[in-house]
């Protein structure tokens, strides 16, 4: 659906995402980071309540949790497979 191939889950955040594409697309795109203080990258936060507001993105993820299962279950809406449950 978008300009470039990517998976529905994957552990980049947006830093990682830009400067991987940039590489392999070969952009030569002048990529500027501004770091952060004292972040981490931890996929646990949502887990252990690190989120201090969520907005959800939609009706249908109102929540961090439905954000971890949204994208596996997505691919479903389009099927009838759900009928046979």
């Known amino acids: ?36 203080v004292d972040w981490r990258k931890d996929p646990a936060a949502i887990n252990l309540g690190w989120i201090s507001s969520w907005i959800p993105p939609s009706s249908a993820i109102p929540s961090p949790d439905n954000a971890f299962i949204y994208s596996t279950t997505v691919y479903f809406e389009e099927t009838n497979i759900l009928k046979y449950f």
């Open 1 to 36: 659906m978008g300009y470039y191939e990517i998976p529905a889950r994957y552990g980049l955040n947006l830093r990682e995402l830009a400067i991987s594409y940039n590489y392999e697309r070969n952009l030569g795109l002048d990529i500027k980071v501004i770091k952060t």
